[in-house]
Structures are given as structure tokens and as C-alpha cells.
């Protein structure tokens, strides 16, 4: 059943999708006249059990393609936009459907910029109760025309001494840059999640260190960590002079490099990678 529909989709191609959408109905009528073509017999529990499952995939499949047609928004040729805000803050939240994500240290002020072009996409960023929430966001459901011209930007300022509760960064596509300032930056527990793009981090004093990455390299340079949690399901890690408590890496595919790292412990595991140790 879930094949037949796949396949009719297919055949119609981008132009005739939707007149073919128009003479199923609605998802709820094409799963009632299916159910009323099976009513001659009675199948098999495990038949039955097939049934509803090609049913179900059948809902979810025309739901998704009429949440496309029936998007509440026009296709644009892009849109952009920027954002500033200078109050103090002493925690970091950063959520971005896709964009780069730089904080550094330096100068004595507080303050997050963004920058984004895409089409239906926003950043919003503001402080509340100390903590800074950045935000980054597609309306519209979900877009099937990806725009080359796409791009993000947030780059977030702490003043030199100043000292964070705790930073947390998710980014599904865009790269990660963290940097202390001259005598580094002291921060609670540290979280990094990116699924597209590589991580660096340099010149920070955490506590609990939580680094997962899906695609894309690692690097961390002068840091000092409580306890490490390192995972990385495609790309190599590298830590150089650094302090990392008690240390777990987790690799699928890539290599572990280990340059003047001291710590508690090391427990590390690779399906396919190397491990290099240099003191």
C-alpha cells in the first residue's frame, strides 16, 4: 500500500503532485475508502496488523505532503535580517535550526549579534533572568526549496573576567566556535550538539563537558574540564594541551589525537579510527 501511493507520487513528479493529492481527498477519506476495499473479507491478525501499518503510513505521508501545499507562507526570493542586544547575562542557550555560532571574550560589554538571510527564517535573541536565549527558527513547516543564499551568523561577546553558570550550543547545520579570553573563560556545565559542522573550543574552564557532534571534526586547545564526554559518529577529535578530568570519547568513524592531555582517566572506543598519543 505504502509502495503504491510512493511510487504514484513519484510518476507525478513536481508538477503533477498536487492534482494527484486533489483526487485522493483528504488523508482521512483515502483511509476510509481503503478500509471499505478490504471490508469483502476479513484478513489475518497479522494481515490486519500490515494493514493498519500501510494505513498509517499512508496518513503520515499525505499529511506531510499537504502540510507543504497547504503552508501558510508564499515562497519569498529571501528574506534577511539582524538583530543586537547589549544586556548582561551570566548563561547561554543557543537552539539554531542552521547557522555558525562564535562566542568569544573580550572587550568589557555584553553583546549578541545575528545576522541571517533565508527564506521564513529568524533569529530572536533576549535575556531572561540572566540567562541569554538565541533562537533560531523555519516557519512554515516543511520547505522542500532550499535556497543556496541561505546563511546565519550569531556571534556572542563576554566581557574579559566575566564568568558563566552554563553555555549550551545546538546547531543541526553550521559550524561552532567557543574562545576564552587571556586567562580563559570559567564556565558551569558545558553542552555542544552539531549535527553538520566542527566544534572548536578554546581557552575554557568548565565543569561537566558534553560534546556530541553527528558530521564533522572536534578540536579543543587549552581547556581545562572537570569530566569529558566526547562523541563523534563521523569525523576526527583532537585535544592539545588540555585538562580533561576523567575523559570518555566515543568514535564511529574517525581518529582520536591526544597531544600533551592530562587527566583522571581515559576510556575511549573506535569502529574505525586510530588513537594518538603525543606528550
Same mark, same amino acid.
Given at each position: 500500500?505504502?509502495?503504491?501511493?510512493?511510487?504514484?507520487?513519484?510518476?507525478?513528479?513536481?508538477?503533477?503532485?498536487?492534482?494527484?493529492?486533489?483526487?485522493?481527498?483528504?488523508?482521512?477519506?483515502?483511509?476510509?475508502?481503503?478500509?471499505?476495499?478490504?471490508?469483502?473479507?476479513?484478513?489475518?491478525?497479522?494481515?490486519?496488523?500490515?494493514?493498519?501499518?500501510?494505513?498509517?503510513?499512508?496518513?503520515?505521508?499525505?499529511?506531510?505532503?499537504?502540510?507543504?501545499?497547504?503552508?501558510?507562507?508564499?515562497?519569498?526570493?529571501?528574506?534577511?535580517?539582524?538583530?543586537?542586544?547589549?544586556?548582561?547575562? =551570566?548563561? %547561554?542557550?543557543?537552539?539554531?535550526?542552521?547557522?555558525?555560532?562564535?562566542?568569544?571574550?573580550?572587550? =568589557?560589554?555584553?553583546?549578541?549579534?545575528?545576522?541571517?538571510?533565508?527564506?521564513?527564517?529568524?533569529?530572536?535573541?533576549?535575556?531572561?533572568?540572566?540567562?541569554?536565549?538565541?533562537?533560531?527558527?523555519?516557519?512554515?513547516?516543511?520547505?522542500?526549496?532550499?535556497?543556496?543564499?541561505?546563511?546565519?551568523?550569531?556571534?556572542?561577546?563576554?566581557?574579559?573576567?566575566?564568568?558563566?553558570?552554563?553555555?549550551?550550543?545546538?546547531?543541526?547545520?553550521?559550524? %561552532?566556535?567557543?574562545?576564552?579570553?587571556?586567562?580563559?573563560?570559567?564556565?558551569?556545565?558545558?553542552?555542544?550538539?552539531?549535527?553538520?559542522?566542527?566544534?572548536?573550543?578554546?581557552?575554557?574552564?568548565?565543569?561537566?563537558?558534553?560534546?556530541?557532534?553527528?558530521?564533522?571534526?572536534?578540536?579543543?586547545?587549552?581547556?581545562?574540564?572537570?569530566?569529558?564526554?566526547?562523541?563523534?559518529?563521523?569525523?576526527?577529535?583532537?585535544?592539545?594541551?588540555?585538562? %580533561?578530568?576523567?575523559?570518555?570519547?566515543?568514535?564511529?568513524?574517525?581518529?582520536?589525537?591526544?597531544?600533551?592531555?592530562?587527566?583522571?582517566?581515559? =576510556?575511549?572506543?573506535?569502529?574505525?579510527?586510530?588513537?594518538?598519543?603525543?606528550?
Amino acid at each position: 500500500t505504502m509502495a503504491y501511493y510512493t511510487r504514484c507520487l513519484e510518476e507525478a513528479g513536481a508538477v503533477g503532485e498536487e492534482a494527484l493529492m486533489d483526487t485522493w481527498g483528504e488523508p482521512e477519506e483515502l483511509a476510509g475508502e481503503l478500509l471499505a476495499n478490504l471490508g469483502h473479507h476479513r484478513p489475518g491478525k497479522k494481515t490486519r496488523r500490515w494493514i493498519w501499518a500501510g494505513l498509517a503510513g499512508v496518513l503520515i505521508l499525505s499529511a506531510a505532503f499537504w502540510v507543504v501545499r497547504l503552508r501558510p507562507w508564499a515562497p519569498q526570493a529571501g528574506s534577511s535580517g539582524s538583530s543586537s542586544l547589549t544586556e548582561s547575562f =551570566d548563561q %547561554v542557550e543557543v537552539d539554531l535550526e542552521w547557522g555558525t555560532v562564535t562566542l568569544r571574550q573580550e572587550e =568589557d560589554l555584553y553583546r549578541c549579534e545575528a545576522d541571517w538571510t533565508g527564506t521564513d527564517y529568524t533569529i530572536n535573541a533576549w535575556v531572561e533572568q540572566g540567562v541569554l536565549h538565541v533562537e533560531g527558527k523555519q516557519r512554515g513547516g516543511l520547505h522542500l526549496d532550499w535556497k543556496e543564499n541561505q546563511s546565519a551568523t550569531v556571534t556572542i561577546t563576554v566581557p574579559e573576567g566575566a564568568a558563566l553558570r552554563e553555555l549550551s550550543v545546538y546547531t543541526s547545520l553550521g559550524d %561552532v566556535t567557543l574562545t576564552g579570553g587571556k586567562a580563559g573563560l570559567e564556565t558551569g556545565p558545558l553542552t555542544v550538539e552539531s549535527d553538520l559542522g566542527s566544534v572548536t573550543v578554546e581557552s575554557l574552564s568548565t565543569g561537566e563537558s558534553d560534546l556530541t557532534l553527528e558530521l564533522g571534526d572536534l578540536t579543543v586547545t587549552g581547556c581545562t574540564f572537570q569530566n569529558t564526554q566526547i562523541e563523534n559518529s563521523s569525523g576526527a577529535v583532537t585535544v592539545t594541551d588540555s585538562q %580533561v578530568g576523567d575523559l570518555t570519547c566515543t568514535l564511529d568513524l574517525g581518529d582520536l589525537t591526544l597531544e600533551r592531555v592530562s587527566g583522571k582517566s581515559a =576510556d575511549w572506543t573506535a569502529d574505525l579510527g586510530s588513537l594518538m598519543v603525543q606528550e
